[in-house]
């Protein structure tokens, strides 16, 4: 069975401080992984794809980042914090090409001060 | 663009009433749309309920219902009598390019025993 591991659950940074946020699946080779970010009240909004290795795609330009380093790994991170960056950030991965069934992990919860 | 729009929150029900909430989308950039109702539960992640990818069809789970209705680009989700566990949020989304899902800003669901 496929799992997927955020972390770290939950985070208070400071505004100007860096920010690292990581996201593992398992038991599923070459996924397709996905960041998605909710501010508060806001839409769960795509930031970020990537469909192998090394290669990263921007949906969202909010001064972040993303990387593969790793075949199951997704790593998303920025230099400086902003306080627009609060919110909650999910990573997903999808089950298939065609079903485009998003599975998603259990959240990072990010408060920037 | 493509975007979802659905019911604004919350909506509170009395257990054993009907519910509707109701969600259009407009798909400028997807030949052939998707759709999907997800769902978080209180204290779980957010998760796939049901999934439609034929207009015309209608997708079940849980005793919630949505049909894919080409004509009024809709996929409203109903449930003929609610229960106390079916308080969550609700989010419709629409995808169909296997790189981007689109979410709607999700409608908080309170049901009152």
């Known amino acids: 069975a496929q799992t997927i591991h955020q972390w770290p659950v939950a985070e208070i940074k400071a505004v100007g401080s860096p920010l690292s946020l990581g996201c593992t699946i398992k038991?599923?080779?070459?996924?397709?992984l996905y960041w998605y970010w909710q501010a508060t009240g806001g839409t769960l909004q795509q930031l970020f794809y990537?469909?192998?290795?090394?290669?990263v795609e921007s949906v969202v330009q909010l001064n972040l980042s993303a990387s593969r380093p790793k075949d199951d790994q997704f790593i998303l991170s920025t230099e400086k914090l902003l306080l627009s960056h609060s919110g909650f950030y999910l990573c997903a991965w999808i089950r298939g090409a065609s079903a485009e069934t998003l599975y998603f992990g259990s959240g990072t919860r990010l408060t920037v001060l | 663009g493509d975007s979802v729009t659905q019911t604004e929150g919350p909506v509170t029900v009395s257990e054993s009433e009907s519910l509707i909430i109701n969600c259009t989308y407009s798909?400028?950039?997807?030949?052939?749309?998707?759709l999907f109702w997800y769902v978080r539960y209180p204290g779980e992640g957010l998760q796939l309920l049901l999934k439609v990818i034929t207009a015309g069809q209608k997708g079940s789970s849980r005793g919630f219902e949505a049909t894919y209705n080409k004509e009024t680009t809709s996929f409203h989700l109903q449930k003929a009598s609610v229960q106390e566990s079916d308080s969550a949020v609700y989010y419709c989304a629409l995808g169909g390019n296997t790189n981007k899902v689109v979410f709607g800003t999700g409608t908080r669901l309170q049901v009152l025993p």
């Open positions: 798909a400028t950039s997807i030949a052939y749309p998707n």
């Open positions: 038991g599923k080779s070459s996924p397709n």
């Open positions: 990537s469909i192998t290795v090394g290669q």
